[in-house]
């Protein structure tokens, strides 16, 4: 292998004392493997990373992390503010179950069916034939993971073996195969975004599937497209691509249909209002119930729901729920989300499956419309205990889940495994093991049971030089030139414009410009150290390697005339002072880094402390500023906005870079553009503000919990990012959008045509087609028995039950409002919604020409500003509507001198609202006002429609 890390991931606690256990962890089990557990993440540096599978479980608030006294500070104060707020009543209310308060979310009863929709009808009609004569078990394999850590992926199904359908395997992530070896590390969600680039986006996505599929993967998790980055120090918004919906719709919608274009499900992540870390997830923080994100439905259409929109437009198969609650429902038991507005509304035909223990409850969540429990796994890791598998089983058999709901479940995953074609492909499974780099490794890890070592890790090697062009041309768009002063960049590689000397002198300066211990030093890149090159979590990946950048900048200098000095630590030094006024140019490397919720570094738990660059990077960008005898370069590295005005109007630093999170070809991409190699065409997918004030009052982060669930309300409605810097007027250090590119363009000739008439609602629904039907009456229970002689694995998931005294009879407490009758949402019809949403309304052409002298990218943004005084027609409400929202763009590339026309359309969706009132989108009356340029700051020409 040639990932630089030990091979040895993985040292099982196991106990070796028999089959015969019940597969429960014992007390001292528990503490056997949470002391495992610590002793790796506080391991020594270079200390093999052990118990792979352990650490996403151990590490709630009181898990065996460095303490910093910071850090035991704020567990003092979360403890005391969790003590307070549960104290009385909710003290109580905790002691009798009566934890969760009624939940704000309506009630959407039942779960509409698949196969409702001509773009799938082909596979449901191929999924009947196959699950009509799946026993239950089968179809109980095929809703429920086997466990956290019990097969070879992150998310693995048992198969339906009578019918040949085979288990399924699901692996991250976004932005390559994690837990995995020989494969690409692609640039992250926030720089796919930055690109601005439809056909990256796309062959970004094809790349990373067609290096799933030789993994022998069926899902990949991802696209992320929440968190939408309300929170800007929200620990994952750098998994997304951008703080505005349609940038985020676009991105998605391009990487489903590349993912998919290879025949892997792809998964739109997560499904909704994840928008922070911090009490996302039971347990995990300390506190029983995770946050509630308070999403008034007008919001939820127009700014959250957007991305998943789209993502089931561009035919997504998969749908993942999120940790949290929404209105006080968790997102995966939460009906009104999953089947009022996803399955009936979008016209979803695939399956949802819940995040890694995102379910909580049972029957309640596939009455809900959840399909597919992950990992399998209940309420707790690895403890052997379904809220499905053999629960599942009885639930049918008790007739608390009604048979057709099971059937629904299994069909949306067998329609899906044939909607991309994977019945054609022979002998697909894995052929890597998440849990060890080592040849050999258990085939259930997770499992106490005793096992022999097979051959886990095949080492099949999916890179080539496509996907590591693709990655690095990617990793160049997405690199945003904020400020050019002078001309300074492209740099020419004997520095010929620079200093009066013939040799040239060039420091490069920062941590971040430099290897570090190595790009897989930590767990899940849990730790910021060396250059930042993804964030931490489920969504990074293990570096096959990293062009760091001082190599790659070094290389890229003509050493005949340029001397080339580093200095890789965060300090200006006396002695680095003196030789910085010595140089002719100066490079600055600063970075801030975020994660996921499972892990933390030094006082920084997943989510950002603040917007600042880490590592003290403004104080050393600014003195390297202070110091430098030349102009200085500065190039951030970073998960989302940070602050940059200590050093962003110093004279010296003549130009500033912000390169995103740039993925294995970092150095190379970053070398490309200072060099000139390619124009630099990234443009901002957020607003850059001055403060974290300036974002509104919704956007810190909740650090502490302010209630037993804490509550979230997203008071700001859809104001977020550069519709809030908008409506207040806030003059943004750097608009959303906003890019330098080494050459200049002229927009010119805007020309506004009407295609279709203004009318105020889509067309009424089309019908749909028939789901398939089965038989409806719940087999013998006798069927569901573990069969003779099976030899079971200790902690798996099975869908088996042992005697059949354990059905029980009587009746289950369905929910309110179980029983109401849904009308069909008028707003679908179609996946993604009504079709007529979709239309096209209006034809946009603008003259783009290239005035400079070199080749150049421009990306042309379509904005649009609804009529003014808009009313809801029944109830003459006043509705507010933003600024402008960005509803088109597309990049060109143009040579010197070089004219283009692009044409650019906007559908009815674009130009509506979300009525609340009719649940439908409306095209209010009026003039619309539609602005083109360069960013949401620099729109140079308006018209009217
Ligand atoms: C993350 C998901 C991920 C899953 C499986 C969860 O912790 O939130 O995004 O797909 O783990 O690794």
Not at 113 to 141: H, I, P
Not at 380 to 402: C, F, M, Q, R, Y
Not at 719 to 727: A, E, G, I, L, N
Request: with cysteine; hydrophobic share 35%.
């Amino acid at each position: 292998m040639s990932t630089t890390h030990s091979n040895v991931r993985y040292d099982p606690v196991r106990n070796t004392a028999g089959d015969q256990d019940d597969g429960d962890l014992s007390d001292d089990d528990v503490k056997a493997q949470s002391d495992q557990s610590h002793d790796t993440l506080l391991g020594p540096p270079g200390s093999t990373q052990s118990t792979r599978y352990l650490n996403s479980f151990y590490t709630g608030l009181f898990a065996g992390h460095r303490l910093s006294r910071s850090y035991i500070a704020s567990c003092f104060l979360i403890v005391t503010a969790v003590v307070s707020v549960i104290g009385g009543s909710g003290y109580w209310a905790w002691k009798t179950g009566q934890s969760q308060i009624e939940g704000q979310s309506p009630p959407w009863y039942p779960t509409p069916l698949g196969g409702t929709l001509s773009s799938w009808q082909v596979s449901y009609d191929k999924a009947r034939k196959l699950v009509e004569r799946m026993t239950l078990t089968e179809k109980v394999n095929i809703t429920t993971g086997t466990g956290w850590a019990q097969d070879l992926c992150v998310g693995n199904t048992a198969p339906a073996t009578n019918v040949g359908f085979p288990g399924l395997c699901l692996q991250d992530g976004p932005l390559g195969i994690r837990f995995a070896d020989h494969i690409t590390s692609f640039p992250a969600g926030i720089t796919v975004g930055a690109t601005w680039n439809r056909d990256l986006m796309r062959k970004r996505g094809a790349a990373h599937a067609r290096q799933a599929k030789l993994k022998g993967v069926h899902v990949l998790l991802g696209p992320a497209m929440g968190p939408l980055g309300r929170n800007p120090a929200g620990g994952r918004v750098w998994e997304g691509f951008g703080s505005d919906p349609v940038l985020q719709g676009v991105a998605a919608y391009e990487t489903i249909q590349g993912i998919q274009s290879q025949g892997i499900i792809a998964t739109a992540k997560h499904l909704i209002g994840n928008e922070q870390e911090h009490f996302r997830k039971s347990f995990e923080w300390g506190i029983p119930e995770a946050l509630s994100s308070n999403i008034d439905d007008r919001t939820l259409h127009e700014l959250y729901l957007w991305p998943f929109a789209e993502s089931v437009r561009a035919g997504v198969a998969s749908v993942m729920c999120s940790y949290q609650m929404v209105n006080n429902s968790y997102a995966c038991a939460n009906s009104k989300l999953m089947n009022g507005i996803l399955k009936d509304e979008l016209g979803f035909q695939g399956f949802v499956q819940s995040d890694w223990l995102a379910q909580r409850s049972g029957v309640a969540s596939a009455l809900a419309g959840l399909d597919v429990s992950m990992p399998g796994d209940g309420l707790h890791w690895i403890d052997g205990k379904s809220l499905w598998g053999n629960e599942l089983t009885l639930s049918v058999l008790n007739g608390s889940v009604p048979v057709p709901r099971l059937n629904d479940m299994v069909t949306r995953v067998v329609a899906a495994w044939y909607q991309l074609g994977q019945d054609a492909w022979e002998h697909h499974i894995p052929n890597f093991s998440s849990w060890t780099d080592d040849e050999y490794g258990y085939l259930h890890e997770g499992s106490s049971t005793k096992q022999e070592k097979v051959i886990v890790n095949k080492f099949v090697d999916t890179e080539n030089d496509e996907s590591r062009e693709i990655a690095r041309h990617v990793a160049a768009e997405g690199i945003v030139l904020l400020k050019n002063d002078d001309d300074i960049l492209p740099l020419s590689p004997s520095l010929k414009q620079q200093g009066t000397q013939n040799r040239k002198k060039v420091a490069i300066i920062g941590e971040d410009a430099g290897p570090g211990n190595g790009p897989n030093h930590c767990e899940d890149r849990g730790c910021n150290q060396g250059t930042l090159a993804v964030g931490w979590g489920s969504g990074a990946t293990e570096f096959t390697y990293l062009v760091d950048p001082l190599s790659a900048l070094k290389a890229s200098f003509d050493s005949s005339t340029v001397d080339v000095t580093s200095s890789l630590a965060n300090k200006a030094s006396s002695s680095l002072r003196k030789q910085l006024a010595e140089q002719d140019l100066c490079i600055v490397f600063g970075n801030a880094d975020s994660g996921e919720g499972y892990r933390f570094w030094e006082t920084q738990r997943a989510d950002r402390n603040d917007l600042e660059l880490q590592k003290r990077g403004s104080a050393l960008i600014s003195n390297v500023a202070e110091f430098c005898g030349g102009p200085v370069v500065a190039v951030i590295h970073s998960v989302g906005p940070v602050i940059i005005e200590k050093f962003v109007d110093m004279p010296s630093v003549k130009a500033i870079l912000f390169a995103n999170l740039p993925g294995q070809e970092s150095g190379n991409a970053l070398a490309d553009v200072i060099f000139g190699r390619i124009d630099a065409s990234g443009r901002l997918p957020y607003t850059l503000g001055k403060s974290l004030d300036d974002y509104g009052p919704g956007a810190p982060v909740l650090y502490y919990p302010n209630a037993f669930i804490p509550q979230v309300d997203f008071k700001e409605g859809i104001y977020v990012d550069y519709r809030h810097f908008d409506r207040e007027g806030i003059e943004p250090r750097y608009p959303f959008g906003h890019g330098l590119s080494f050459t200049t363009f002229d927009i010119s000739d805007l020309t506004i045509t009407e295609l279709k008439p203004k009318s105020a609602l889509p067309s009424p629904r089309p019908k749909g087609q028939s789901p398939p039907s089965y038989d409806e009456s719940i087999p013998p229970a006798e069927s569901a028995l573990f069969p003779n002689g099976f030899k079971k694995m200790r902690k798996y998931i099975y869908p088996y039950i042992s005697s059949t005294n354990e059905v029980k009879k009587g009746s289950y407490p369905y929910p309110d409002g179980y029983d109401i009758n849904h009308e069909p949402s008028p707003a679908g019809g179609a996946e993604g919604g009504n079709p007529s949403l979709y239309e096209e309304h209006v034809a946009v052409q603008v003259s783009v020409t290239n005035k400079g002298l070199r080749k150049g990218k421009e990306v042309v943004q379509l904005y649009v500003t609804l009529p003014d005084s808009i009313t809801e027609p029944t109830t003459g409400e006043v509705i507010d509507t933003p600024v402008k929202t960005l509803r088109n763009f597309t990049k060109i590339e143009l040579k010197p001198g070089e004219r283009q026309l692009v044409n650019l359309t906007l559908t009815r969706k674009d130009l509506s609202f979300w009525s609340v009132v009719r649940q439908n989108w409306i095209m209010p009356e009026g003039e619309f006002t539609i602005a083109v340029g360069r960013s949401s700051r620099e729109l140079g020409l308006q018209g009217v429609y």
